[in-house]
Nanobody
Framework: QVQLVESGGGLVQAGGSLRLSCAAS????????MGWYRQAPGKQRELVAT???????HYGEFVEGRFTISRDNAQQTVWLQMNSLKPEDTAVYFC??????WGRGTQVTVSA
């Protein structure tokens, strides 16, 4: 079955941390760029981070060194470690693959 399954969202206080996981089926992961996007209420979906098959990374400007994307090719999993979270990071976070498939999303809520 072709799918991306996110986990790890939740409620955290400002300054806290969360780690998101995305497990992918093989054909969506191998040799693919993987990424995380987010969408806050009333706003457009925006790039958070991407990671290429060889580990090269790219981050949205708002990340400012707070988040780290990583992947394990053997486990077909990509993670997003988010530190120093701010209330403005509140959004639904979506896993994405360059095969143009999206996960269903996981809610991240950061309280002030």
């Amino acid at each position: 079955q072709v799918q991306l399954v996110e986990s790890g969202g939740g409620l955290v206080q400002a300054g806290g941390s969360l780690r998101l996981s995305c497990a992918a089926s093989e054909n969506l992961f191998n040799a693919r760029t993987m990424g995380w996007y987010r969408q806050a209420p009333g706003k457009q979906r925006e790039l958070v981070a991407t990671i290429g098959p060889g580990g090269g990374t790219h981050y949205g400007e708002f990340v400012e060194g707070r988040f780290t994307i990583s992947r394990d090719n053997a486990q077909q999993t990509v993670w997003l470690q988010m530190n120093s979270l701010k209330p403005e990071d509140t959004a639904v976070y979506f896993c994405w693959t360059s095969a143009s498939v999206w996960g269903r999303g996981t809610q991240v809520t950061v309280s002030a």
